[in-house]
């Protein structure tokens, strides 16, 4: 590591440690995470997540170490490092390659204990679209998939991403929530995988709108 990323992460830690200070968390149904980490052995989950969301994900989770894929390119070396120094442990690998590197790296995490986080749409695209790498991962380590719904009542917008990134504003209540685990079994097909995508997808979007409406009333 350089020292030009060395400095920017640290100072990227700092922000992100004084802006978390500024944020509440109120979660919507707390229990469906509870009964899952008392009916499956640790890690206990996968976290399902929009690309977009990534930011108030990241707040929301800080003191829970989480394994977490990120690029192998240079360009993903300072996220790496950010989410290292909050706790995290991260899987690199080459997107060139299909993100097999980042896979195997990603099971290895699990299997030591740690819970997972994955951004399913990214880290290109297409927006709100489930691909397929989360699924192979719950069914080759046996963990299942929880969708987590992340929701800021103010945020900015980077219009210009092709995710329409949000970034939450300062001293904003950040909406959680979870939908039903998605359990994988290893002898599932690609066509059930298919089916799991659409399902995930859904439960997500939806469980979106439902934070939409209860923060509006």
Same mark, same amino acid.
């Given at each position: =590591?350089?020292? #030009?990323?060395?400095?920017? *992460?640290?100072?990227?830690?700092?922000?992100?440690?004084?802006?978390?200070?500024?944020?509440?968390?109120?979660? *919507?149904?707390?229990?469906?995470?509870?009964?899952?980490?008392?009916?499956?052995? /640790?890690?206990?989950?996968?976290?399902?997540?929009?690309?977009?969301?990534?930011?108030?994900?990241?707040?929301?989770? &800080? %003191?829970?170490?989480?394994?977490?894929?990120?690029?192998?390119?240079?360009?993903?070396?300072?996220?790496?490092?950010?989410?290292?120094?909050? @706790?995290?442990?991260? $899987?690199? @690998?080459?997107?060139?390659? %299909?993100?097999?590197?980042? =896979?195997? $790296?990603?099971?290895?995490?699990?299997?030591? %204990?740690?819970?997972?986080? &994955?951004?399913?749409?990214?880290?290109?695209?297409?927006?709100?679209? $489930?691909?397929?790498?989360?699924?192979?991962?719950?069914?080759?380590?046996?963990?299942?998939?929880?969708?987590?719904?992340?929701?800021?009542?103010?945020?900015?917008?980077?219009? #210009?991403?092709?995710?329409?990134?949000?970034?939450?504003? /300062?001293?904003?209540?950040?909406?959680?929530?979870? @939908?039903?685990?998605?359990?994988?079994?290893?002898?599932?097909?690609?066509?059930?995988?298919?089916?799991?995508?659409?399902?995930? #997808?859904?439960?997500?979007?939806? @469980?979106?709108? #439902?934070?939409?409406?209860?923060?509006?009333?």
């Amino acid at each position: =590591m350089n020292l #030009k990323i060395k400095i920017i *992460s640290f100072l990227t830690f700092i922000i992100v440690r004084v802006l978390a200070t500024t944020y509440r968390f109120k979660i *919507s149904n707390p229990e469906k995470l509870q009964t899952l980490k008392a009916t499956t052995p /640790p890690p206990h989950y996968i976290y399902a997540i929009w690309h977009q969301n990534l930011i108030g994900a990241i707040f929301s989770e &800080i %003191g829970n170490p989480h394994a977490v894929i990120v690029s192998g390119s240079k360009d993903g070396e300072l996220v790496a490092v950010t989410c290292e120094r909050l @706790g995290n442990k991260t $899987a690199r @690998g080459s997107s060139n390659r %299909g993100g097999v590197e980042a =896979m195997k $790296a990603m099971i290895r995490l699990l299997k030591a %204990g740690l819970p997972g986080a &994955i951004t399913i749409d990214g880290p290109k695209g297409p927006k709100h679209e $489930a691909k397929k790498g989360i699924f192979e991962i719950s069914r080759l380590t046996n963990i299942p998939i929880l969708p987590y719904i992340v929701y800021p009542e103010k945020y900015w917008v980077i219009k #210009k991403s092709w995710d329409e990134f949000r970034i939450p504003k /300062p001293f904003t209540k950040i909406y959680l929530s979870y @939908g039903e685990p998605i359990f994988v079994d290893r002898s599932d097909q690609s066509e059930i995988l298919d089916q799991y995508a659409s399902v995930l #997808k859904s439960q997500l979007l939806e @469980g979106e709108k #439902k934070l939409i409406n209860l923060i509006r009333h």
